[in-house]
């Protein structure tokens, strides 16, 4: 057995060792899993998980670190059409080396990978720098026979200063959001952003303290949503690590939230991964001892019946039948709206400014101004609100701008709500009484938002809002 210098194996505490109300997710063991080595940094392309493990990749040699324990190299098993997974294999690329390879990723196309790797490929080079063998992002591209090229770092990394890792894009590729412990952080490790300008990778800038605390920070997954999901242990929550998702916005990044049990126990819970735009995804965590991926498989209700939502408005059109052959050249009508608004003419028209109840008087009277007595009516309104889901957003937005979508003008009578249920029209799919979305793609969008009764689970209520997203 090959024993190594110490390699620096950028938060190797994770790769060793590992609110929101609890929801309805069903949380898998994946068979791919080995029950005496660590897997993690689960990353779905074409129907294939390509995952980091720490198993044996030979019976003759092994490579470990100074303390004995295996290095990661990076493993494939594919999607059977029955849901099955067959037998993980070793990947077979230039990037996947015999020291440290892990979190990985691809951008829309498939073609472009970057990869979490160490430094040096040889032990030679290994032993021979005085720096150790830091961790850095390196890209590879697939050429049209589906060949890898050999990894190239990027201009951001640093052999001898600092360890970089853990790449996620911005679904246009402008945006690499990656983990670093470079010095001036905020804690053990922070999330970075650098923007791609013109073919060249920008400064690295710290995300702020908002996302960033003293603890640490890791696992950035950036989904088309606009959410960037990560875990952190300094942000509070069930303990160890725990999965939070924060959103760009012209104010800065919003307060993380807790996406909550089950995603989150009291063991370390990071390396979160969506197959976009489905709402399915994996976890890693250590909630049974070793890392071990998990699938997660929200449990969104459906709603057979949506009704599109009626704008809340309380206005209604007035007249009186027994009026109807007074002639109006010669009597003048006066309406007393009960809500200090008066109105003139057989028929009118007003918009109450709210629900209630309302005294409304007819009176009419000649030209003259003599009221005829006789002619006087009135009539008690109550004016009822609808009862529905209400989406409150705007009509129009625009792509790729964070959308605020609110529930907070709807009314529900006797109908206690639970859990609100968002479905976007494309795909994506969330909880919440307010949530935060944004469009990738112009178009018209049909939203639905739907709640299910906390007193009778067969009850349910669904409405929806259509909305145009314009360039």
Request: proline share 6%; with cysteine.
């Given at each position: ?454 007193k009778d689970p067969q009850k349910k209520m669904c409405n929806s809002k259509t909305i145009v997203v314009t360039e």
């Amino acid at each position: 057995m090959l024993k190594l210098l110490p390699a620096i194996l950028f938060l190797s505490f994770i790769l060793l060792s590992g609110s929101i109300n609890a929801q309805e997710v069903k949380i898998t063991k994946l068979p791919i899993n080995d029950r005496y080595t660590n897997e993690t940094f689960p990353c779905l392309i074409d129907s294939s998980i390509i995952f980091s493990s720490d198993r044996r990749i030979s019976t003759i040699k092994s490579y470990t670190d100074k303390n004995g324990n295996q290095l990661f190299h990076l493993f494939i098993a594919k999607l059977n059409p029955d849901s099955s997974w067959s037998k993980p294999a070793l990947w077979n690329t230039p990037f996947n080396g015999i020291f440290n390879n892990g979190q990985i990723w691809f951008t829309d196309n498939g073609n472009t990978v970057y990869i979490t790797k160490n430094f040096y490929d040889t032990y030679k080079k290994s032993k021979s720098s005085k720096s150790g063998n830091g961790l850095g992002i390196f890209v590879s591209t697939k050429n049209a026979a589906g060949k890898w090229s050999r990894p190239k770092p990027l201009s951001i990394n640093s052999r001898r200063n600092y360890n970089t890792g853990q790449p996620t894009l911005s679904p246009d590729g402008k945006y690499l959001f990656f983990v670093s412990d470079m010095n001036n952080g905020y804690g053990k490790s922070d999330i970075f952003v650098s923007e791609n300008i013109n073919g060249t990778w920008s400064t690295p800038q710290n995300l702020g303290s908002k996302i960033n605390t003293p603890g640490t920070e890791v696992t950035p997954y950036y989904h088309p949503s606009g959410r960037l999901y990560f875990a952190s242990d300094g942000l509070g929550g069930q303990g160890g690590l725990d999965i939070f998702y924060s959103i760009q916005t012209d104010e800065g990044w919003t307060d993380p939230v807790n996406i909550g049990a089950p995603y989150n126990s009291p063991a370390n819970d990071y390396a979160y991964f969506i197959a976009a735009p489905d709402d399915w995804g994996f976890i890693t965590s250590n909630r049974d001892g070793s890392d071990d991926i998990y699938r997660t498989d929200p449990r969104f209700p459906t709603f057979d019946i949506i009704i599109p939502q009626k704008e809340i408005e309380y206005c209604g059109t007035l007249t009186e039948k027994k009026m109807a052959d007074k002639d109006t050249a010669r009597f003048t009508f006066t309406w007393d709206m009960g809500d200090g608004t008066i109105k003139h003419g057989k028929k009118v028209h007003h918009c109450f400014p709210g629900p209630g109840k309302y005294h409304v008087v007819l009176t009419v009277s000649d030209k003259q101004g003599i009221i005829k007595e006789d002619y006087v009516t009135s009539y008690d309104l109550n004016i009822k609100r609808k009862v529905q889901v209400y989406i409150s957003s705007p009509d129009t937005v625009k792509a790729n701008t964070p959308i605020i979508f609110g529930t907070e003008r709807s009314y529900f009578g006797d109908f206690e709500p639970g859990t609100f249920y968002w479905n976007f029209g494309d795909g994506f799919k969330t909880k919440g009484r307010k949530v935060t979305y944004i469009f990738r793609k112009p178009g018209t969008y049909t939203i639905s938002c739907g709640v299910i009764s906390k007193k009778d689970p067969q009850k349910k209520m669904c409405n929806s809002k259509t909305i145009v997203v314009t360039e």
